[in-house]
């Protein structure tokens, strides 16, 4: 199974950009998606969370307003959306899948708890 991430690139302050998230294969079932990102020299942090079945979803408190997850299911994609971008935001950005089966969303926000993992897309956003 692989996750690709792509929507990834140079963006101004106060600007926006959608991340999506594909996995390759449609027969491959999971609970939950992810995002997390990572900048160098930290460790990768937790962003946002979706329930594969039902609406269930969470948004890290201190981008909640700005960013907001969905997904297609049709397409097997979950997609990140990111408004009101700051220098701060700047990071490489993951996408996750979990097998975990917590009942609740914000359980799904330890890195241990995602078996697979995309390869990342930089977001930059400049001053």
């Known amino acids: 199974v692989q996750l690709q991430a792509s929507g990834g690139g140079l963006v101004q302050a106060g600007g926006s950009l959608r991340l999506s998230c594909a996995a390759s294969?449609?027969?491959?079932?999971?609970?939950?998606m992810g995002w997390f990102r990572q900048t160098p020299g930290k460790e990768r942090e937790f962003v946002a969370a979706?329930?594969?079945?039902?609406?269930?979803?969470y948004i890290t408190d201190s981008l909640k307003g700005r960013f907001t997850i969905s997904r297609d299911s049709a397409k097997n994609t979950v997609s990140l959306q990111m408004n009101s971008l700051k220098p701060e935001d700047t990071a490489v950005y993951y996408c996750?899948?979990?097998?975990?089966?917590?009942?609740?969303?914000?359980?799904?926000?330890?890195?241990?708890?995602?078996?697979?993992w995309g390869q990342g897309t930089l977001v930059t956003v400049s001053s």
């Open positions: 996750a899948a979990s097998n975990r089966d917590y009942s609740a969303i914000y359980d799904y926000v330890n890195i241990r708890d995602y078996s697979y």
């Open positions: 294969e449609s027969t491959f079932t999971y609970n939950a």
């Open positions: 979706i329930k594969w079945r039902g609406s269930p979803r």
